[in-house]
């Protein structure tokens, strides 16, 4: 199945619609591995009938959430490719193609909301939008904030850093997660995120992280106990679009699907943070018991580690620098 639809969206990519008489419209494909009931998804959906109202059917666009496509990483190459016209996909995935992007991921960088935003709406921002476009052929359209991470585990809590010793965690298919597990003494296990479930109630990994809104959406508070608001990591996504599809459209039509993504950070913003509000007192009402820890251990262990847990990327430091004068 999933080699059909990916070569169904090879052909919607390009494709030009047309009935006898009517003018041609011109279909766009957005793709992305986030859960349907996400409200990443329903952003999909917003933007979707935001295009085609604004452009009156000049374009419409064809939406594959939850992987339908292909896993995160996956996408991520068919949007460099030029397979599918756009993503939503966060900067830790977006790392394997452009590695200074793990910057951004990399622990207790940032220290709440605002400090974030200040940083997506300013000079470390405007560095990875000139890296993508400039090294990938990828224009990121909109940042948008994709919560701070805790941890989840099924029968063991993590209360101390020594929790973490042998522990099998779920980590991305990403370096940056794998080192920083090791550095806390835990056992990597790399899953992709359409697995997760699985993988936690096959006990294949003792515990996985996300965010609040993550692990709802991924319903893995079904098979999971414990959740320690550790608040380790910050993750960012983008809206992102091949450069060579969204040069081939006219200059309205550029205008449409820039004016159109502009809900996924003006909007985008406020409802991740109510979600991710909201996901502790549904996670609580389905049983799972909350728990804080003392994060200066993790962090002093963590932070002087900054430089090996980006040592593939040469312009991380330059990255790093920009973040860090953001007031």
Known sequence: MKISAITAAVFLAVAVLATPGAQAATNIVLA??????????????????????????????????????????????????????????????????????????????????????????????????????????????????????DFMTISKPITTIDSFKGMKLRSPPIPTWVKMFELLGAMPVTVDWSEIYTAMQSNLVE???????????????????FVTQTQHMYNLMMFAANEQKFKALTPTEQGIIADCAKDFRNKGNKEVIELNDKAYGFLSSKGIKILQIDKAPLRARLE?????????????????????KVK
């Open 304 to 324: 002087p580690a900054w430089p090996q847990l980006v040592s593939n990327s040469k312009g991380a430091a330059d990255l790093i620098d920009q973040i860090a």
């Open 207 to 225: 515990g996985m992280e996300t965010t609040p809104d993550g692990f709802v959406n991924s319903k893995t508070y079904e098979v999971g106990k």
């Open 32 to 149: 992305h591995h986030n859960a349907l009931d996400s409200h990443l998804s329903k952003q999909g959906e917003r933007f979707k009938s935001c295009v085609e109202a604004a452009s009156k059917g000049a374009l419409t666009v064809a939406h594959y959430p939850a992987g339908q496509l292909g896993t995160a990483r996956e996408i991520v190459e068919q949007v460099k490719l030029g397979a599918v016209g756009m993503t939503l996909i966060d900067t830790a995935y977006m790392s394997n193609l452009q590695p200074e992007l793990a910057v951004f991921q990399l622990p207790f960088m940032f220290t709440d909301w605002a400090h974030a935003e200040r940083a997506m709406d300013g000079a470390p921002g405007d560095t990875v939008k000139k890296l993508l476009l400039e090294k990938q052929g990828i224009r990121v359209l909109q940042f948008q904030h994709n919560g701070f991470r």
